[in-house]
């Protein structure tokens, strides 16, 4: 855990690029608030593998979103339900199924779909949003946070936890 | 800097053939297990394979010792195969569709016994337990035992008695009746109106002994405005007592209708349960409905566990949200999502094997457009001369109509598995058609020639010995079996020719017996019948009760109307004589 922690502060200190920490942690979103296994997050991931992106802030923002999907479940249920089930789109969407690679995506799920619209419109805000905050941190906070005390201590932390065998 | 890190396709692809590698290692258990506990479940019986193997390459599954049990007896099999492969169409799997291209069954079975007892499935109801030998599936006279008669009191335990039914319904028409006159006499025979009618009466009385000339004229209206309404309401209770008359007749006519009733329940359950070889069902439709029923009943269980899963596209499963699941929307279908375009099977009958085709199995018949098929045929061998059964369940249209032909010739009675026959051959064909997935409509008839009966001698059973003596010189069996109603009510109509010859060989034997039978039945009926009888009798004196208030009504009201007598020119002429003020005279 405490190795986590410095991982992510050591990232936000580091000379990654904010975009490829951003990138990660909307990453990281956009897999945590859709169900797992589905291809097109299968597709996501092998992007993530491949695009020089932060993968510690993929996995917290996995990790952190898988959470905050499960209470969103319904909302996405509702959102999904809504757009298939829409008078209008019909004709649109027994098109888009009649082709055998979107049921295979599941996207004829409502929660695919709707987790799917949901992390979509939230991804593009999220990257951004991270993106000025990391700016901003290391232009105010980063030589401040590392005078702090307890960022001292964390980094001691981490020197005994890779003494006692523990470390990486 | 470089966007890409190429090295993490390395890392990707050596995930993925971790995974391909677990999958390649698990997935034949993984796919066993799925379906010996989901099916299971969705079955509500247990299923058992003895092993799966998949074929990735060939997109193709072989599944060996299959095996379902019969969620009424625990140590039966009903069905099980020895081995099953499927060739699936890889591209529909995509698409979640399970499409079978082509299906090898081996070695079916039906009814067969098991190893082992198969465990209670959750939801499923409670199986029997037994060790004896799974049934055999054959046909073959039953056991004598089925002569047996029921005792009456069992006989009203499984009939329903149309006196009962009969009288339950006289006692609600008399009683919705009764409360009919009661509302009617509330709210026409009030006798607060009765009261107001008498009151207004005395009044108009009153003003013409004591009141002066001038008030006469306004009077005499009153008076004959009153007596209008008392002429109309003694023509209304004229008419409620004609209709009421009419009510009471039909009430009569429904109590005297159920004095019959009895008599008619006595003699349906003489000629179903008698052995009288005269009554309306005969001595080989007591001996033969028994086990008939059983194996329908059999029949029907598995019938109705699998249609709905063949008839998807008449009633689609209404899908239910679930936390971390969502619901999958159906949209326009244009194929189903379980089909087996072709299949050859073969079936274990009479331990000899049957060779079948099925064509067009699928899950949604509206869809695909075509009905399922299926087709057995054998030519000659050991057992019979020849063999066809054909199975169609045509759930193309939204009335279903599933039918089942048979035909086998020259069945040999001997390899039947059944000890009493000993010899001769017998053609059996019939059809069965169930209409609406419940609707049933069948004839079958059996032909036994050169028949041989072995009955053994059942020591102090004069009935049995008689008739097992009457069987072995009999050498052609004629037996037509027609099935109607549905598949939770059905009866049978079975005539055979055994009926005659059994039925003299009994008649002597079983005379005194019927008599005493007889007897008690009737008791058995009265007692039963005669609580509803004298509960409409009694529901009929309550409803004759409402003629006497119509009567009284009618007297009161009549008498009012003597009392408020008009003179021909109008003028009423009270009881107590004309009251007119003296010496003065109407000038009309």
């Known amino acids: 855990m405490i190795r986590q922690i410095l991982k992510i502060f050591k990232a936000l200190n580091s000379n990654e690029k904010p975009w490829q920490l951003s990138l990660g942690l909307a990453f990281g979103g956009i897999i945590g608030l859709m169900p797992l296994w589905t291809p097109h997050n299968i597709a996501l991931l092998f992007l993530a593998f491949i695009i020089q992106i932060n993968f510690s802030l993929l996995l917290l923002g996995f990790l952190f979103f898988s959470g905050i999907a499960y209470i969103l479940d319904p909302l996405f249920h509702q959102i999904g339900l809504a757009v298939l089930t829409s008078e209008g789109m019909q004709g649109f969407w027994n098109s888009f199924f009649s082709n055998s690679l979107f049921i295979f995506d599941r996207l004829n799920n409502t929660l695919v779909m709707g987790s799917l619209i949901f992390s979509l419109v939230s991804a593009l805000p999220l990257f951004f949003a991270i993106n000025l905050l990391i700016r901003k941190y290391r232009q105010h906070l980063q030589n401040l946070f590392e005078k702090v005390p307890l960022f001292k201590s964390l980094k001691l932390a981490k020197a005994f936890d890779t003494l006692s065998g523990g470390g990486s | 800097m470089k966007i890409f890190r190429w090295q993490g396709v390395l890392a990707f692809a050596l995930i993925g053939i971790l995974v391909a590698g677990f999958l390649f290692l698990f997935l034949d258990g993984m796919i066993e297990r799925g379906i010996e506990e989901e099916g299971s479940k969705a079955a509500k019986t247990q299923i058992d394979i003895g092993s799966l193997t998949t074929s990735l390459l060939t997109q193709s599954i072989t599944l060996t010792g299959i095996e379902v049990a019969s969620p009424d007896n625990n140590m039966e099999n009903v069905i099980q195969f020895d081995s099953l492969a499927l060739d699936l169409d890889g591209t529909q799997a995509i698409a979640q569709k399970i499409v079978i291209d082509e299906l090898q069954a081996q070695s079916i079975k039906l009814n067969q016994k098991r190893t082992h007892p198969a465990k209670t499935q959750k939801g499923a109801s409670p199986t029997q337990e037994t060790t004896g030998p799974a049934d055999s599936g054959t046909l073959g006279l ?73 008030e006469i004229p306004q009077a005499l209206q009153d008076f004959q405005a009153l007596q209008k309404d008392i002429q109309s309401q003694v023509d209304r209770i004229k008419a409620m007592k004609s209709e009421l008359q009419q009510d009471i007749q039909l009430a009569k006519q429904q109590v005297a209708d159920l004095k019959n009733l009895p008599q008619k329940d006595f003699n349906r359950l003489k000629n179903k349960y008698s052995l009288n070889p005269e009554g309306g069902k005969n001595i080989v439709g007591a001996l033969l409905e028994g086990p008939l029923k059983e194996k329908l009943d059999k029949a029907w269980k598995v019938y109705k566990l699998i249609s709905p899963y063949l008839n998807k596209g008449k009633s689609p499963a209404e899908p239910v949200y679930v936390r971390g699941k969502g619901i999958d929307i159906a949209f326009a279908k244009t194929s189903p999502d379980f089909l087996v375009k072709h299949g050859n099977l073969s079936l274990v009958l009479f331990d000899t094997e049957v060779k079948g085709e099925i064509h067009d199995l699928s899950d949604n018949q509206i869809v695909y457009g075509k009905p399922a098929k299926m087709h057995f045929k054998s030519d000659k061998n050991n057992i019979f001369d020849s063999f066809a059964l054909d199975i169609t369940a045509d759930k193309t249209r939204p009335q279903s109509q599933d039918t089942i032909a048979l035909n086998i010739q020259g069945l040999n009675l001997k390899n039947t598995g059944q000890a009493e026959l000993q010899g001769g051959s017998a053609n059996i064909t019939g059809q069965l058609t169930i209409t609406d997935e419940n609707n049933l409509q069948g004839d079958f008839k059996a032909e036994l020639n050169a028949v041989a009966l072995s009955i053994p001698e059942q020591k102090g059973n004069e009935l049995a010995n008689t008739l097992a003596q009457s069987l072995s010189t009999i050498d052609r069996i004629n037996i037509a079996v027609g099935i109607s109603g549905t598949i939770e009510s059905y009866q049978f109509d079975i005539k055979s020719n055994l009926s005659d010859i059994i039925g003299k060989a009994v008649k002597n034997i079983v005379g005194d017996k019927m008599k005493n039978f007889e007897g008690d039945l009737m008791s058995a009926i009265q007692s039963q019948t005669s609580g509803v009888l004298s509960g409409a009798n009694g529901s009929l004196s309550g409803l004759l009760g409402q003629n006497k208030i119509l009567n009284d009504s009618n007297t009161s009201y009549s008498g009012l109307l003597g009392d408020a007598p008009v003179t021909k020119k109008g003028l009423p002429i009270p009881k107590s004589g004309l009251a007119l003020p003296d010496g003065l005279k109407l000038p009309f």
């Open chain 2, 142 to 214: 039953p056991d004598l035992g089925g002569l047996d008669m029921k005792s009456p009191a069992e006989i009203l335990k499984s009939e329903k008695l149309e006196t009962l039914e009969a009288g339950k319904r006289t006692k609600k028409i008399i009683a919705d009746l009764k409360n009919k006159w009661e509302g009617k006499f509330a709210k026409d025979l009030n006798p607060k109106v009765l009261e107001e009618t008498k009151q207004k009466l005395a009044e108009l009385q009153k003003k013409i002994q004591g009141g002066g000339l001038t």
